[in-house]
């Protein structure tokens, strides 16, 4: 009997401990379970720093301040004056060469057409001539007619009314006349000059003697003294028929000139650029340098191809160097705005209401709504006028972890006693 009593005392401590136990660890259950159901947020700082809104486009190498060296002359390089690396000056020989017999017959026919240019030139300058002494002796008509006591008042005001007769409209329409015809022999004039120049660069493309274009340094010099040129047919042969007409280069020249590269820009983006805004340039076969250049020209026309149209835009780079040659592949960056010392915070956390912006902000472990005033904006910042302080807390996402924590009971599975079933503590008999 005292053996049952003994063992039914253990018993009931056993029942009480696992009470105790299946209590504490409900109440911890419950806890974590609260916690879990909390809100978790996912925050930034507002930020004090610069803001750069830019445009990005890809295009090419337009000029990279080098000029070549072309003939149309066809014969044999007799003498080469020049090497690789060499400083020239514009009109210092390049290289001679003996014509051929075609050679000779366009180089005769390109200095025909150049006397026959000149002396265009100056049949149409004394035209001009003439056409202006008949306009200054016909304002002198007209000037002498308005001035005298029928069409001119004794104080010097004009007498409208004698001034509207047919005579003093004559005079006055042929002075007007000759001075229209004046002023228009003066575009014929102009483009008389401009034959004239186009026949002497013909004529010297096809002279014996190649010439420096301007001042530099030679480069990527491609004949040689007894080579065969064919410059009408922009090939070097040691025989051949030559077609009149095509540029054959003989070398480059260098200068100091800064590059020039070609940008096109898509019908989003040429309403925000402008020329005189700075712009980054990178080149593909240049690896980690940046370049930097100015907006020269933009073209708001713009060209239509397969349906998208397209508006070219020339840069101008601040600095050269040897390695950029024409035709090379680039990118640019062009700077429409920068703000330095500005607020920042992530463009996500701007919301909009119609036209009012807020941003979620955490204070003291509670999330409140503030309205602001943005100002530049970017993919990933924005910048924040007024509602923000430096330091403030945004919330840039929620996470709710009962989402992804269990929330069921640790005892939902029953509590299994020594003998017996699931949910319940039985003793045994």
Same mark, same amino acid.
């Given at each position: 009997?005292? /053996?049952?009593? @003994?063992f039914v005392q253990k018993r009931k401590k056993l029942l009480l401990i696992a009470g105790g136990i299946f209590v504490t660890s409900l109440i911890i259950w419950r806890i974590m379970a609260g916690q879990n159901n909390k809100t978790q947020y996912q925050t930034a700082k507002v930020e004090r720093g610069t803001i750069v809104s830019m445009v990005s486009t890809s295009g090419t190498v337009l000029s990279a301040n080098i000029i070549k060296i072309t003939t149309q *002359? /066809? &014969? #044999?390089v007799n003498n080469i004056y020049v090497k690789d690396e060499q400083l020239v000056k514009k009109g210092d020989k390049i290289l001679e060469v003996s014509l051929d017999q075609e050679g000779e017959q366009q180089n005769a026919q390109a200095w025909s057409s150049y006397l026959s240019a000149k002396n265009s030139l100056s049949s149409v300058e004394a035209t001009a001539y003439s056409l202006q002494s008949d306009m200054f002796a016909k304002w002198d008509t007209f000037f002498n007619l308005a001035t005298n006591s029928t069409y001119q008042n004794a104080d010097g005001s004009a007498n409208e009314t004698n001034r509207a007769l047919p005579e003093f409209h004559i005079a006055k329409d042929d002075w007007l006349a000759t001075e229209a015809k004046y002023k228009n022999q003066q575009a014929v004039i102009t483009q008389a000059q401009? *034959? !004239?120049n186009s026949a002497w660069l013909s004529y010297q493309l096809s002279s014996p003697t190649v010439t420096a274009p301007m001042d530099g340094t030679v480069n990527n010099l491609v004949v040689v003294e007894g080579m065969v040129i064919n410059g009408s047919s922009g090939q070097s042969t040691t025989s051949g #028929? +030559?077609? *009149? &007409?095509t540029n054959q280069q003989i070398a480059v020249i260098q200068n100091?000139?800064?590059p020039l590269a070609s940008y +096109? !820009? /898509?019908? @989003?983006? @040429? #309403?925000r650029v402008k020329s005189g805004m700075k712009a980054t340039v990178t080149l593909d076969s240049i690896q980690g340098k940046t370049f930097t250049g100015q907006v020269m020209t933009v073209d708001r026309i713009g060209t239509v191809s397969s349906g998208v149209t397209s508006y070219p835009v020339i840069i101008r780079f601040d600095t050269g160097a040897p390695q950029i040659l024409p035709n090379m592949s680039t990118s640019a960056n062009i700077i429409i705005d920068s703000k330095g010392d500005v607020l920042l915070v992530p463009s996500a956390v701007i919301q909009t209401i119609g036209d009012q912006s807020y941003v979620r902000v955490l204070i003291n472990g509670k999330e409140q709504q503030v309205p602001v005033e943005t100002g530049l904006s970017l993919d990933t910042q924005t910048e924040v006028v007024s509602g923000l302080k430096e330091g403030d807390t945004v919330i840039t996402g929620t996470q709710n972890s009962s989402t992804t924590t269990t929330s069921s009971s640790p %005892?939902? $599975? $029953? %509590?299994v006693g020594t003998r017996g079933g699931s949910g319940n503590f039985r003793l045994g008999r």
């Open positions: 009997m005292q /053996s049952l009593l @003994v *002359a /066809s &014969g #044999t401009s *034959a !004239l #028929t +030559n077609n *009149a &007409g100091d000139n800064l +096109n !820009l /898509s019908e @989003v983006d @040429v #309403t %005892f939902s $599975g $029953g %509590f």
